[in-house]
């Protein structure tokens, strides 16, 4: 059965504090790793896509990577827009469908 | 604009009553999926089709029904036999096989009294 766990669960930064969330999974056979952005009473929103460990992608201020055991989304002097809860999911090669982490809610005080 | 929209935003139902949930996409993709999100829980999957005329059970498909009668189109029904109803219910689409992302619509969120 495939397993993520997200930490930490939430996360209160200021304005220009960089840091890093954490996703945790195992999976047999990982076809690929999702981050997803989500804002309160909306859906998710695609930000990455990863396949192997090593792979990095960046879009703005988010930066993700991979190893063979978890991912990493780091945020690079954050604005308050960037509040959101952060949701990691994994595909492996068993079951169709994404599973989800529980997220992160981040705070970015200005 | 290509998009998922899901309709409608808020429903209010009363207990022992069934209730569908709309679901449409532009995007020309194949898979449709329906995910069900409560408060402290990462989004479960509760069915998904691959392909017009089929479709599996997920994680949580007891007292839920779908069908996909038109590629476009994947509307699931909350039974009066689903224990829980009252959710933040999210439709998502991809292109057919493994490892594309899924785009995911607006939601609608259910509430059963």
């Known amino acids: 059965e495939d397993q993520v766990t997200q930490s930490p669960e939430a996360l209160r930064l200021q304005e220009g504090e960089s840091s890093s969330l954490n996703c945790s999974y195992t999976?047999?056979?990982?076809?690929?790793l999702f981050w997803y952005r989500q804002d309160p009473g909306k859906g998710p929103e695609f930000l990455f896509t990863?396949?192997?460990a090593g792979e990095e992608k960046e879009k703005e201020r988010l930066k993700a990577t991979l190893t063979k055991k978890e991912s990493f989304l780091h945020i690079t002097a954050p604005k308050p827009e960037d509040s959101a809860t952060y949701l990691c999911?994994?595909?492996?090669?068993?079951?169709?469908?994404?599973?989800f982490g529980k997220g992160t809610h981040l705070i970015i005080q200005p | 604009d290509g998009g998922i929209t899901q309709s409608p935003k808020y429903l209010f139902r009363k207990e022992g009553q069934n209730v569908t949930l709309s679901c449409e996409q532009n995007?020309?993709?194949?898979?449709m999926y329906w995910y069900r999100q409560d408060p402290g829980q990462g989004l479960r999957l509760i069915y998904y089709?691959?392909?017009?005329?089929?479709?599996q059970k997920g994680d949580i498909a007891e007292g839920y029904s779908v069908s996909r009668e038109k590629k476009e189109s994947f509307p699931l029904t909350v039974t009066s036999a689903q224990k829980n109803p009252t959710a933040f219910y999210l439709c998502?689409?991809?292109?057919?096989?493994?490892?594309?992302?899924?785009?995911f619509g607006p939601g609608t969120r259910l509430t059963v009294t």
């Open positions: 990863l396949y192997s």
């Open positions: 998502a689409s991809s292109r057919q096989g493994k490892s594309y992302e899924q785009y």
């Open positions: 999911a994994v595909e492996g090669g068993g079951a169709d469908g994404l599973t």
């Open positions: 995007l020309n993709h194949d898979a």
């Open positions: 089709s691959q392909i017009v005329n089929d479709f």
């Open positions: 999976v047999s056979g990982l076809r690929g």
